[in-house]
């Protein structure tokens, strides 16, 4: 239901863009939260996208760039001044909500296989 798929090896500084297949939602209706997971470390709610908006997370405000395709059914995560710290599995996920948000992420019913990020020289 959903996939997300784009991830890859990227040098510091380098430019990455995520793709998140929604195929069964409608994209007016959802809200679609990208996270990521490092390891070792917690889960993190990194942005979402919704009718009303999109939201940003500190850590990436300013370098990424969270867009939608509603007749495509697509959320793209445009990832930009990558360091080693964007290192890990990205993940999206879907909650029937109009207005988004990240946290708590137990607030996304739907969740798709992660796509593994990798910045290093």
């Known amino acids: 239901q959903l996939q997300a798929s784009g991830g890859g090896l990227v040098q510091p500084g380098g430019s990455l863009t995520l793709s998140c297949t929604a195929s069964?939602?409608?994209?007016?209706?959802?809200?679609i939260g990208w996270f990521r997971q490092a390891p070792g470390k917690e889960r993190e709610g990194v942005s979402c996208?919704?009718?009303?908006?999109?939201y940003y997370a500190d850590s990436v405000k300013g370098r990424f760039t969270t867009s939608k395709g509603n007749a495509e059914r697509t959320v793209w995560l445009q990832m930009d001044k990558l360091n080693a710290d964007d290192t890990a599995v990205y993940y999206c996920?879907?909650?029937?909500?109009?207005?988004?948000?990240?946290?708590?992420?137990?607030?996304?019913?739907?969740w798709g296989q992660g796509t593994l990020v990798t910045v290093s020289s």
């Open positions: 069964e939602f409608n994209l007016d209706l959802y809200s």
């Open positions: 996920a879907a909650e029937l909500r109009p207005t988004c948000r990240v946290n708590p992420a137990s607030l996304y019913d739907y």
């Open positions: 996208v919704s009718r009303n908006g999109v």
